[in-house]
């Protein structure tokens, strides 16, 4: 019961987090010098699009799993069937944490990378 309620609150706040920077969720900056900005956005959208294709959801659900288990097996060892619960919890929010900070990331290099190659300076 504690792990399902670990990994309830772990997605909730995941999906509270609002990355909105910038232009689009992205954040990224680039050299507006001599670019067309309608153009811009319209491309943005599209990288964004692609950018999209990444399960956020799918790879905090997959963390947390991880995480559980490595949290589990380590509580049992230092601590019996109680700290087995414990471990499994804390290991499943904080790995369920990271495989959300791994899924922006990755959307937010897909978008650069992807404005990149359409001839945009990107800055950040």
Not at 24 to 42: C, P
Not at 45 to 56: H, L, P, R
Not at 65 to 74: H, R, T
């Amino acid at each position: 019961m504690k792990l399902v309620l670990s990994l309830v609150c772990c997605l909730f706040l995941v999906a509270c987090a609002n990355t909105y920077r910038g232009y689009g969720y992205s954040g990224v900056i680039i050299d507006e010098k001599g670019v067309d900005m309608a153009a811009f956005h319209g491309d943005l959208a599209d990288c964004e699009g692609y950018a999209g294709y990444i399960n956020k959801g799918e790879r905090v659900a997959g963390r947390a799993a991880e995480g559980a288990v490595v949290g589990g097996v380590l509580g049992a060892i230092f601590d019996g069937s109680d700290g087995a619960a414990k471990g499994a919890g804390t290991g499943a929010v904080l790995s369920g944490v990271r495989g959300a900070r791994s899924a922006e990331w990755e959307k937010k290099r897909v978008v650069r990378n992807c404005l990149r190659n359409r001839g945009y300076r990107v800055l950040n």
